[in-house]
């Protein structure tokens, strides 16, 4: 074969940490290749990884997730750390030009091969690699005739100097315990004199086929100019279909050159969202030949879409400028969306292709056909790329800018735009990355006027528009009141993240309806996870009452009691059962409005994204699967709420006095393009003793893709009626049911209960005047140790 790959990631590597400085006087960098030495006692490691794990794994730390073990992890950031790799190569390699590629390390290092200097890296996200074809030893000795010494510098603390390089540590859910290490694979890679470096794919849609167009940069290592011809075969993946091929010959002078090719596909199976259709995918193969020799070849899976984006209806000019709704192959996708709030887990050692394989498949079956991944998080590996490939799932990838003033330093800003473009290069091809976006929270408070962000936000922009298609994004939010002094129209994109924070101030039936804009990018509620996930990362002393561990794993502890009062009345603090389930159940059932308000509203608004799908470590806040893979009641919740087809019930309120008349609207929402006629809309109300005293069937045409009311409802409240009523919708076509839904409401004063509710948060807000935004608050015996 052309190409000839040893991987050298896996668990054969060792490291060690030393003062810094300390290694290369010691000389590891220039240790030689032997079974028996220096290393022979080091820790053993794992890359991809990181260095907590690793040490976690060798006994020398306490699990950082567990009760308040985290900062106890710092000490790890003062050192350098050094990670050896024996290896053999095999024959196969030699005579050709080989690389050593990394595909990412975070956050700088410096690279040795049999004690020669390959050189130094930063950045997270890019991948690097150095030609090792002379310094390698082809013997084959008994564990290895090559060493590999990467050094990891301690890790950056001030992630203003690094956003967009490094994936966020600070902020309102992380622990300021700073990841690194090396997180992603290491491999040699042989190839002859012409190698494939990258490749980029976009489709154009004409006439019911597509012609796919193809641009790759070849290296040529040789001395001389060379003519190549370079073949592009497409087959169907998912589908059977013949191979298609294109080849085309050029010449490439030394160096770095592109060659574009373009592949016409008569009948075209376009990938689609899983809703809108089957997300077809195609098998690729690049192969490049010099005389008729095959120099080198490389294989991908390519889905043909086109993605655009167009303005919502129903805004001025005056009121929103940018363009919102996603259109892929010429119909509107409305995202049913979620923050995606991961890695699995932001420790990278403990990632694998069977936790995302289960998360993602969880996300398919919750109706979500959008993750958006946001600036606190990094833009995800290949993995998950490929998996929303293959289950139709979009995309919405941000650029690590978060919450933070950066600087547009025009140093700062090249090194970050070299970066983003590098993020850009490895993710282009996959068809479920449909937007790019520069910021989160970066045009957020008031040293964010003042600061670079938004010149840096547009320079990231015009950066990677040379590299992609796909749609960019400056920011989001863009019309909060900071976004709006800064020029911005006040009907972009809005966070609906203040009814959490508030706590119930504002109960759900006031702040979400009053928010008007063209898509709603994060929307938060927050539960705890299950009593058996505490007893994971909760000591058990600590369970309840809740004790300090609570508190450190981001339990905003005040406002998940404020939040069971505007759903269920009062703290539901019995017993920890009645907390964590109350807790769940207030988060979906906030979720259910909020959701369905906001998709009623289609297509002036084009899409919602809760916040968040997952968390990256075991904490008590907001996603609906949390930290060990197990949902949620509130996931049912949404699952409903993002049912594709939706029969919806509008109301102007939970709560109804006895004898007052509760009133509601019947809408059926459908995010399908195919229409559905004749299908009947079956409604019941039952009273605060569970016997259904109004029912009825609304007929109903519903239209492609559509959003309409079809009927009101009203019931008066018996008059000695306490507790809660239910609605429960039922949508049918020709006896078959398509679509249910269900509401639970209460009877009971709504003023009331807002009056618990301030009185709850002016309590929490004494506390928090006295003892500041820390935990300690809900501890406040940790002041007082003896």
Not at 582 to 610: C, D, N, W
Not at 714 to 742: I, P, Y
Request: charge should be negative.
């Amino acid at each position: 074969m052309s190409r000839v790959v040893k991987d050298l990631s896996g668990k054969l590597w060792q490291m060690e940490k030393m003062r810094v400085g300390e290694g290369e006087r010691e000389g590891f960098h220039i240790l030689p290749a032997e079974r028996q030495g220096v290393i022979f006692s080091w820790n053993y490691a794992s890359v991809p990884g990181d260095v907590y794990t690793d040490l976690q794994r060798a006994g020398e730390l306490e699990d950082p997730y567990f009760g308040r073990n985290m900062h106890k992890a710092k000490w790890l950031q003062e050192y350098e750390w050094w990670y050896i790799r024996r290896f053999n190569v095999s024959q196969d390699m030699k005579g050709k030009k080989v690389h050593l590629e990394f595909e990412g390390v975070d956050y700088s290092c410096t690279v040795w091969l049999n004690g020669q200097l390959l050189g130094s890296h930063e950045g997270m996200f890019s991948p690097f690699s150095f030609e090792v074809s002379q310094y390698l030893n082809f013997d084959g000795w008994a564990g290895g005739s090559n060493q590999l010494a990467v050094k990891l510098d301690p890790p950056p603390k001030n992630f203003r100097n690094v956003g967009g390089k490094k994936v966020n540590f600070s902020g309102d859910y992380f622990t300021g315990l700073v990841p690194f290490g090396i997180w992603r694979p290491v491999r040699l890679v042989a190839t002859e004199d012409v190698r494939i470096v990258n490749y980029r794919t976009e489709s154009e849609l004409k006439d019911g086929g597509a012609a796919v167009h193809v641009e790759v940069e070849l290296d040529n290592m040789a001395a001389e100019a060379a003519t190549v011809q370079l073949q592009i075969a497409l087959k169907g993946h998912n589908f059977e279909s013949e191979t298609i091929t294109r080849t085309v010959e050029a010449e490439v002078q030394a160096g770095c050159h592109s060659v574009k090719a373009i592949v016409d596909v008569a009948d075209a199976k376009l990938w689609w969202p899983w809703d809108m259709g089957t997300p077809n995918l195609y098998d690729m193969a690049i192969t490049v030949r010099k005389n008729g020799s095959e120099q080198d070849r490389v294989e991908d899976r390519i889905g043909i879409r086109t993605i655009q984006m167009e303005k919502n209806p129903g805004f001025t000019e005056e009121e929103s400028e940018y363009p919102w709704t996603f259109v892929i192959n010429g119909k509107r996708q409305f995202l049913r969306s979620a923050c995606w709030g991961g890695q699995p887990s932001f420790l990278y050692g403990r990632n694998s292709t069977k936790k995302y394989e289960h998360l993602l498949n969880l996300v398919k079956e919750s109706n979500m056909n959008n993750l958006r991944i946001f600036g606190w998080h990094p833009p995800e590996i290949p993995t998950f790329y490929k998996l929303c490939d293959e289950l139709g799932i979009t995309v919405w990838t941000n650029f690590t800018f978060s919450t933070q003033a950066f600087s547009n330093d025009p140093a700062f800003v090249d090194s970050v735009a070299k970066e983003c473009i590098e993020i850009v290069k490895l993710r282009r091809n996959h068809p479920s990355n449909i937007y790019w976006m520069g910021g989160e929270e970066v045009f957020f408070t008031d040293a964010h006027i003042e600061s670079g962000n938004k010149e840096l936000m547009e320079a990231i922009g015009v950066a990677i528009g040379a590299y992609t298609s796909v749609p960019y994004g400056l920011a989001s939010p863009l019309s909060n009141e900071f976004g709006q002094s800064m020029g911005f129209k006040p009907k972009e994109s809005q966070h609906a993240n203040e009814h959490y924070y508030g706590g119930g101030r504002s109960f759900m039936e006031e702040y979400y309806p009053a928010l008007d804009c063209s898509i709603i990018p994060e929307l938060t509620a927050a539960s705890a996870p299950s009593i058996d996930s505490l007893r994971k990362f909760i000591p058990e002393n600590e369970l309840w009452p809740i004790g300090p561990s609570w508190g450190y794993h981001w339990a905003d502890i005040h406002i998940l009691q404020g939040l069971n009062i505007e759903v269920f009345g009062d703290k539901r603090m019995d017993s920890l059962e009645q907390f964590v389930e109350s807790t769940q159940i207030a988060h979906g059932t906030i979720l259910q409005f909020a959701l369905e308000l906001y998709r009623r509203r289609k297509p002036r608004m084009s899409g919602v994204s809760l916040c968040h799908f997952i968390t990256h470590w075991p904490d008590i806040k907001w996603g609906l699967v949390d930290y060990y893979g197990q949902k949620k009641i509130s996931f049912d919740y949404v699952k409903r709420s993002y049912q594709p087809l939706l029969p919806s019930l509008a109301f102007a309120k939970r709560r109804w006095n006895p004898g007052e008349t509760f009133q509601g609207e019947l809408w059926i929402v459908n995010d399908y393009h195919e229409a559905y006629g004749d299908t009947e809309l079956e409604w019941t109300l039952s009273n605060h003793k569970g016997e259904v005293v109004q029912s009825g069937t609304v007929e109903a045409q519903v239209a492609s893709n559509s959003s309409a009311k079809f009927s009101d409802i009203a019931w008066k409240v018996d008059a000695d009626a306490a507790g809660e009523f239910s609605v429960a919708l039922t949508l049918k076509q020709g006896g078959s049911v398509l679509a249910s839904n269900a509401y639970k409401l209460l009877i009971g004063d709504q003023a009331e209960a807002k009056r618990i509710c301030i009185e709850h948060l002016d309590e929490s807000n004494k506390l928090r005047d006295e003892y500041g935004h820390s935990y300690y608050r809900y501890n406040p015996e940790l002041w007082e140790l003896e």
